[in-house]
């Protein structure tokens, strides 16, 4: 079976990686030069709107994918009318507009922080009136890794609108959260949906820096798969489906934002799982059986930010090591690595040292 990847970054390479055995082979759209996922599969260079390129896709492929979610929604609408694409256009163009992507959480009844819209210098004032300067201002579009955001309290005097380059913006309350969390389900397109024990991500500067699972509450656990269900079966939604959510204070679980494909805080998974997220959700896009999922030991992921690690530093630890083949630039993902050990102790000991030695 072939399989159609709209974008070839890190995690279209990964889904080719983790598909090394399998009967699926792979065919690649992307507009930059030597993407990584471009070293393990044939890789087409052209823009997403190309026709002569998505028509070749939709002739070639039995079902088309995606590893990003800005792929424009109009794509993945032509693409509809020839081939199956999951997850669905619908489904993707929710999840690039963080506005619609809060309205869908409410209509869920799943608690989010407070908001306004934003577009132009007047609803931002009358935002922060309202508000308090406590918030964060960002981009309904194209934001990730923390970019086009901006903490009220910490820049002043600045254009935003002009600095965003956008006038379709939200205003968030800022929330004092206890621990960031996510949850990763993949659903078929029977409706079933399989779950990964709920994960912790710590972030700094708006980028994750590391993540460790399993976080265990079952409690949590269970509302979080809820959560999930109630969302994912709203959209129909098919492959995997990652929903990020602050726990506050008072144990409230928020929803934060989520992403229609695999994600970086499922990467422990290729160790940690008995099948992880990329096979998980390649098998699920392309209507195969998923029977269950479960996880061997406590496993952590640490992201190589930046620039590239003096592996040398690590060698006495037992790791796994991902190299995205892509040039050092500030803030820019380059790499991860993956912990595991069955003592959760120890687990967090190696984290520590691990992440100190390569953080930049
Ligand atoms: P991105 O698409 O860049 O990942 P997020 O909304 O997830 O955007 O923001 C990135 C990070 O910034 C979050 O993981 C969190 O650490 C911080 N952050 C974002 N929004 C809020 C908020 N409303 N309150 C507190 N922290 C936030
Ligand atoms: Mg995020």
């Known amino acids: ?57 939709a002739d070639e492929c039995d079902v088309v994918t995606i590893d990003f979610e800005n792929v424009p929604a109009d794509t993945l609408r032509f693409l509809e009318k020839r081939i199956v694409v999951a997850p669905s256009s619908s489904a993707v163009e929710i999840c690039q507009d963080r506005l619609k992507e809060k309205e869908l959480f409410i209509n869920c009844g799943i608690p989010v922080t407070k908001y306004t819209s934003v577009y132009d210098n007047d609803s931002l004032k009358a935002s922060i009136d309202y508000m308090g300067k406590n918030s964060i201002l960002k ?3 194209l934001g990730y890794d923390g970019k086009n955001q901006f903490d009220m309290e910490k820049v002043d005097g600045i254009d935003y609108l002009k600095e965003c380059k956008s006038n379709q913006l939200i205003l968030e309350k800022k929330v004092d959260f206890e621990k960031e969390i996510s949850i990763i389900g993949v659903r078929m397109n029977t409706g079933k949906i399989l779950f990964y024990p709920l994960v912790e991500n710590i972030h700094k500067n708006g980028i994750l820096n590391y993540s460790i699972a399993p976080y265990d509450d ?68 392309a209507n195969c059986e998923l029977e269950s999922i479960s996880i061997k030991n406590h496993s952590a992921m640490v992201n190589i930010l930046s620039k590239k690690p003096d592996l ?8 796994a090591y991902y190299d995205y083949n892509k040039s050092e630039r500030h803030n820019r993902k380059l790499g991860h690595i993956t912990l595991n050990n069955k003592n ?8 520590n040292t691990v992440y100190n030695f390569i953080k930049t």
């Open 1 to 57: 079976m072939r399989i159609g990847i709209l974008g070839g970054g890190q995690l279209a390479m990964m889904m080719v990686q983790q598909s090394e055995d399998t009967n699926f082979d792979f065919l690649i759209l992307d507009p930059t030069e030597s993407p990584p996922a471009s070293k393990y599969a044939t890789c087409i260079k052209a823009e997403y709107d190309d026709i002569g390129s998505l028509n070749y896709i």
């Open 139 to 141: 981009t309904r579009f």
């Open 312 to 319: 040398k530093n690590i060698k006495d630890f037992d790791y």
């Open 218 to 285: 079952k409690k949590l656990q269970k509302l979080a798969e809820e959560y999930h269900k109630k969302i994912s079966d709203k959209l129909n939604y098919v492959g995997v489906l990652v929903i990020e959510f602050f726990l506050d204070k008072n144990g409230i679980l928020i929803a934060n934002e989520m992403a229609p494909r695999v994600h970086n805080s499922g990467h422990w998974t290729n160790e940690g799982a008995n099948i992880n997220q990329f096979q998980a959700h390649i098998k699920a896009v």
């Open 344 to 351: 959760r102790d120890k687990l967090m000991q190696d984290l």
